[in-house]
């Protein structure tokens, strides 16, 4: 005997309608408690030693970025200068067209021209190194400590890399 299809269809539909119902609810599967390692929240990383403490060098694998006072000494009231130098090591190359910048900072007794140094301020910069003398007034003698925060892109052959580095250097004045 041949069953014709819509009673097949309806037969079937009842069937699945029909599934279940008599069946008992799962029990419901309880949360897990939070074990105390994710109560806590991760503690941040904690900075590099070092990091707030910068000296006349800074380096990585992919740079060298160092700030030397001039031959000769500095006198108050005359106007001096120091040079940031950065180079390339390990197949590194500085970057021609990222913004390159040296952020100035001293005491109130250090004055700049120029609180911000650019590339076109650069005495040198080619893609194994570059250069920039910096000018200063100190308004009285005594070290006083400037720094340099130095932002600049480094390239391998296959990567480009931006950077910040920030250099400290002591200057003795008479």
């Known amino acids: 005997m041949r069953t014709k299809p819509y009673l097949l269809c309806w037969t079937l539909l009842a069937a699945l309608m029909g599934c ?9 599967v309880p949360a897990p408690e939070p074990s105390e390692e994710a109560a806590e929240p991760e503690a941040a ?12 060098r800074a380096e990585a694998d992919s740079y060298v970025l160092e700030a030397r006072p001039e031959e000769g000494g500095y006198e108050a009231g005359s106007l001096g200068q120091f040079a940031i130098r950065l180079s390339g090591r390990g197949g590194w190359h500085l970057n021609q067209d990222f913004p390159f910048s040296v952020e100035l900072e001293g005491p109130a007794t250090v004055t700049f021209p120029k609180a911000t140094l650019e590339k ?5 910069f080619t893609d194994d190194a570059a250069r920039v003398d910096v000018p200063f007034t100190p308004a009285a003698a005594g070290e006083h400590e400037v720094r340099a925060r130095v932002s600049f892109a480094v390239c ?3 990567s480009c890399v931006p950077k910040t580095a920030t250099v400290a250097l002591n200057l003795r004045v008479d």
């Open 20 to 28: 279940g119902e008599n069946e008992p609810e799962p029990d419901p």
């Open 45 to 56: 990383p904690e900075a590099a030693p070092g990091a707030d403490s910068a000296g006349p």
């Open 120 to 124: 076109g301020d650069a005495a040198e």
């Open 156 to 158: 391998s052959p296959t």
